[in-house]
Nanobody, 116 residues
């Protein structure tokens, strides 16, 4: 079992930056990929970005060039650095991890609101 604790959400102005963090606890040796989804009101949850154990990354087209993802394996933590934020980035952001043998775990979600 893996438990995830997210932090870093809040209110930010358009054009601003914010960093989300997600710490994994439990059987962390089994983690392969770590990443983030988001869900805006009235919309489906969508993948934002992920990073695998080899350090390869993948981003949704709508955030490419603005968001970066990184992980600190010693701290079992994944970070999402969000720059040049837009109102359409407003959503609840969910951290997730995927294990090598297929299980996926989710964080509780953290609200990011981009508004002036």
């Amino acid at each position: 079992q893996v438990q995830l604790v997210e932090s870093g959400g809040g209110l930010v102005q358009p054009g601003g930056s914010q960093r989300l963090s997600c710490v994994a606890f439990g059987t962390t040796f089994s983690i392969n990929a770590m990443g983030w989804y988001r869900q805006a009101p009235g919309k489906q949850r969508e993948l934002v970005a992920f990073i695998n154990s080899a350090g390869s990354t993948n981003f949704a087209d709508v955030v490419k060039g603005r968001f970066t993802i990184s992980r600190d394996n010693a701290k079992n933590t994944v970070y999402l650095q969000m720059n040049s934020l837009k109102p359409e980035d407003t959503a609840v952001y969910y951290c997730y991890v995927s294990e090598y043998f297929g299980n996926r775990y989710w964080g509780q979600g953290t609200q990011v609101t981009v508004s002036s």
